[in-house]
């Protein structure tokens, strides 16, 4: 919760990423984990981890179309806090 009080900006963002991602895999969940990067000192990233039973090839081509279209339409600012994992 820490990390969401220092960066308040993410959270309406964090909000939307549910339906973004549902116009590009209908069947998944989400899981989120602040980590630290072990090459940067006190740098801390929220990862998103998207799990789903699609097919592996399939999920990956919808996740690249969902980065196309929707992710990097988003600023630079929140995009540098935030990472997302596939989980098959």
Do not use: C, G
């Not at 009080?5 to 899981?31: A, G, M, T």
């Not at 990067?37 to 999920?59: G, H, M």
């Amino acid at each position: 919760m820490h990390f969401l009080e220092k960066h308040p900006f993410l959270i309406s963002r964090l909000l939307s990423i549910p339906d973004n991602i549902r116009n590009y895999i209908s069947d998944f969940q989400l899981s989120l984990e602040v980590l630290a990067d072990p090459e940067i000192n006190d740098y801390l990233q929220l990862f998103i981890s998207i799990y789903t039973q699609v097919d592996l090839k399939e999920a990956i081509d919808k996740l690249d179309q969902f980065e196309e279209e929707w992710w990097l339409q988003i600023s630079y600012e929140v995009r540098k806090l935030i990472a997302k994992l596939l989980r098959i």
